[in-house]
Structures are given as C-alpha cells and as structure tokens.
C-alpha cells in the first residue's frame, strides 16, 4: 500500500517574523509518534512517504495524492486545518487516520472529518489499520502506549526530512528527538498526561541510540520528549554517564524540581545537558512538582528561586513554566510573586501559560460541569493570546490587564539586560533577546484584545459567557490561519463538538 503520514507542527505563517520562526524553531518540533508509525508502516513493506508541515507552503503537497491511507498527527491549535487536509483526502478516495495530542483529547470531534481516530496505538493496531480491520467512524485504541520506539537509525530517513534542511544537512538547531520514558507520576488537571502510567523504556535502547548519534552525527542536539524526564534519576543517568565524557551530546529536557534535588544538577552538567525547562506552575498550587512541600506564596518563589539557582550553575538554558488564571489564583498576589522570581532568576526565562481546557483532562471536565467553557470558540484559538474559558477570580478585562503586567515584566528592557548579563553565552543572548522580542509582540496582542473587551459589548458578553455567538474578530483571524484552506470548512465544520468520548477505551474500538 502506498501510506502517507503528515505531522502538522504548527499554523501556516502569516508574517515574516513567523517564516524565521517556523523555518528554524518549529520545524524541530517533529513528534516522535509519527516518525515511529513510518518505520512501522515500512517493516510491513509499503511505500511509505512521510513529511512534517511547520507553516510554510502548502500542506496537502508535502504527500503524493494517490495515497491508499493518510496518517495525520496534530495540535488542538492546527486541528482545523488537519480537519480541512482530511477533506481534500476524502475526495481523492484516501482512507483518512488523525492521532496525537488533539485525536486524544478530543476524538468525537475528529469523527466529524476522519475515518478513524487513534488515541493510544502500537505496531499490532497500525498494522490493523491497514488491513481494514475497523469500520470508518470509529474510536480505535490500543491496549496501552507503545513501549517499541524505533530506534534513531531506523528513523533516520524522518530525521533527515524533519529536522535536516533539504533533507540532506544539519544545521546548528537542527535537532533528534528521544524518548527514554512515557508517561508521568503526577496528576497535574491541566495536562492531557495526567492519567498516564510512568514507565522508563528500555535501557539498551537508549545506550544504542547514544552510540549511534556519537558515531554518525556527533555534538548532535536530542531533544527528549519524556512527559517528565529522568523520574528514575539514577538508571537513566547511569545510560548518559556512559558514554564518554567526548562522545556526550548536548540535550534538552522537561522535568520537575523534586526530580532535580541535591547533586544531581551536577549530572546534567557532566553529561552536556543544555537546557532544562521545569514546572513551576503556581505559587499555590502543585507544589509537590516543585519540591516545597506545602510551602507557599513567598516562602516558595524565595526556595524555587534558590533551586534555579543552583540549576543555573550547571545548565547553559533555563525556561520556567507558570499557568496564570487557575481557580486558584486571585488578585494581586500571583502576579506580584512572578515578578519576585523573575527579579530573583532572570537567568530562567518564563513562560506564563493561559490554562486550556483540553479534553480528557480533570480541569475539563470541571470547567465543562460549571459552563465555563466557551463553547463556540473555534479548537484554533485553543493557545494564546486566546482565552477560551471564563476564569474564576477575574473578570475578562481584569485578566487580560494583569497579563499585560505579567508580559510587560518579564519582557522590559531593565530584565533584558539582567538576562543578558547573566551570560555569556552568545547563543543564549540570541535567544533572549528573540523570546523578549516574542513577548513585547504578546502584549501587542494582549492589548488589541483588552482594547476590544473595553469598547465591544458583544465582545466582552462572548467573553463573560452571557452570549454564544462568536465575535465576527475570531471569525476573521480564524480565516487568516486557514488560509488557502478557509473555503472548506464551514462555520458548522469550526464550532467544536466538546461531547465527552465516554470512559477511557478497551483494546480494539470504542464508539462514542
């Protein structure tokens, strides 16, 4: 069979600045999922094309059209052009498959446009797609996530078409992405991980992978996708450690605090990690991911500060992750804590998530059971700038105002400099100066938007939930974003389907 797999990794750009940005930034962001169904797909022997879409040109020529099936992975935030590349499909008889992070959160939705929707699958279930095994409109999962990740010479072809330029050579940023676990031990109610079963992969896989990228793409960048990274500190470093000091390569992780105690930021120094980028989260909340037991307010920010610290010492990079607008968060006192740690850190830039309700997810289902969630706001605007929900302790313009405050701290030309003189690391002064240049165009956003719930009372009713009809502002950029895409997706085909999928799925299918 002739398959296809396309990994849509973000919107298609819409400004030069975005070119730059998607050209060298997004295009690194290629899922290992797809890369992995791809080598499956070829073990079976069929034809296999794969390709990643990062926003530029034209998605649906990235694949032949006489395809016999498509796999597409996606984003909630690109789901709609995903939903419009299934239509073009459809027409040309191709038999249509969404997984990823949107197919798991929000699989009925995706029934709307797909044949089959994947939320957890394996090389035995792949190899049941295509065999015809299930009907179209069906749920499919497997038992479990798959524990057979591809090894990275296997997924050398993808590599080479994700993350090399021209397919043929690396460049400075150009990137591997790994996996040494799946899942996680905490239960954050935002995160569409919160329900998953931690497990470290195999070891001998790791090791194999590390000697490989030593032998044929030495000082190469791995990016390790883990959920949260090293849980089992020891076992994973003791693969790392191995490799001799030479042959380390420079890594990315995502981890908690509690996981990065004592000496072990030491161990990310002797094994060339070059950025770590944490949970913080809230300063009342989650504190176990953080390591302060229940410690809060500035009792905390003073400890979280002094860990980063410690990290700072040992790591190159360092990025801080909070959620502003929790039902946990009121007044004044989140946003005066935030800027106490930027002041304390500015070594660690941070960044200040609007909660999402992503489906599957215990905030959700919460925010579905008090009517919180704006309904008709299209899955597009499902990142910020945008708010899709109403949040507990503040009113829309009250919130936007203090993100203002937030954004305006963090990206001022007194922390800049702070951040700059905290390194001497060009690279990273690079970096810093594009991220703050990132946020001072948030805040562009932010203001439009505040503006708008000031003077629009349509406007701010859509916001305070008193109305369902979507601003004729979101129906503009939402047409912007899809862009050659627009005409095939009508109004109806954008307003989500937020009905729930039903309990978690048995081995084989689930219609919801």
């Not at 796999?71 to 498959?97: D, E």
């Not at 790994?178 to 109610?189: F, I, T, V």
């Not at 503009?476 to 095939?488: C, N, P, T, V």
Request: glycine share 6%; hydrophobic share 40%; net charge neutral.
């Amino acid at each position: 069979m002739r398959v296809g797999i396309l990994d849509l990794l973000g919107p298609p750009a819409r400004r030069p600045v975005e070119v730059a940005y998607q050209l060298f930034i997004t295009k690194q962001y290629a899922s290992i999922t797809p890369q992995a169904i791809s080598v499956w797909c070829r073990r079976q022997g069929h034809e296999t094309f794969y390709a990643t879409y990062y926003g530029l040109g034209r998605p649906h020529r990235l694949l032949p059209a006489d395809l016999d099936v498509v796999f597409i992975s996606c984003y909630t935030q690109v789901s709609h052009l995903a939903y419009a590349l299934a239509k073009l499909y459809h027409r040309a008889g191709v038999r249509t498959v969404i997984g990823g992070p949107h197919a798991k959160a929000f699989p009925v939705d995706c029934l709307r446009f797909f044949d089959l929707v994947v939320r957890e699958c394996d090389p035995e279930l792949v190899a049941d797609i295509l065999s015809g095994q299930f009907d179209p409109g069906t749920v499919i999962s497997a038992g479990r996530p798959f524990d057979d990740v591809p090894a990275v010479e296997e997924r050398m072809p993808e590599i080479r078409a994700s993350a090399f330029f021209w397919g043929r050579k690396p460049l400075l940023l150009s990137a591997v992405p790994m996996l040494a676990s799946m899942g996680c031990p905490y239960q954050c109610d935002f995160c569409i991980d919160w329900n998953s079963t931690y497990r470290l992969l195999p070891a001998d896989r790791l090791k194999a992978d590390l000697r490989y990228l030593a032998r044929h793409l030495p000082g190469r960048l791995i990016v390790f996708h883990d959920p949260n990274f090293a849980v089992k500190f020891d076992q994973v470093f003791e693969m790392l450690e191995a490799q001799p000091p030479g042959q380390r390569p420079p890594y990315i992780i995502e981890s908690s605090l509690t996981v990065l105690r004592g000496d072990r930021p030491r161990r990310l120094k002797e094994t060339n990690c070059v950025m770590v980028a944490p949970g913080v989260e809230s300063w009342t909340d989650y504190s176990n991911k953080a390591g302060v037991g229940r410690t809060g307010g500035t009792a905390k920010v003073d400890r979280v500060a002094a860990h980063f610290a410690q990290l700072a010492e040992n790591v190159p990079y360092l990025q801080a992750n909070f959620m502003f607008g929790l039902d946990t968060d009121q007044g004044d006192e989140p946003v005066e804590l935030t800027k106490r740690f930027m002041d304390l850190a500015p070594f660690a830039f941070p960044t200040i998530n609007i909660p999402v309700p992503f489906g599957g997810t215990p905030l959700h289902d919460e925010l579905t059971a008090d009517g919180r969630i704006l309904a008709t706001m299209p899955f597009n605007f499902y990142y910020a700038p945008y708010l899709v929900t109403t949040i507990k302790n503040y009113d829309p313009i009250t919130y936007y105002e203090k993100l203002i405050e937030l954004y305006s701290h963090a990206a001022s030309p007194a922390m800049l400099r702070r951040r700059l003189q905290s390194t001497a690391n060009r690279i990273i002064g690079y970096v810093h100066r594009a991220r703050t240049a990132g946020f001072r165009s948030d805040v562009t956003s932010f203001r439009r938007i505040l503006g708008m719930l000031r003077s629009d009372p349509q406007f701010l009713a859509f916001h305070e939930g008193r109305t369902t009809t979507l601003p004729e502002f979101y129906r503009r950029i939402s047409e912007r974003m899809l862009g050659h895409y627009a005409e095939l997706l009508t109004p109806a085909d954008r307003t989500p389907d937020l009905s729930p999928a039903g309990s978690p799925p048995h081995p084989g299918t689930e219609k919801p």
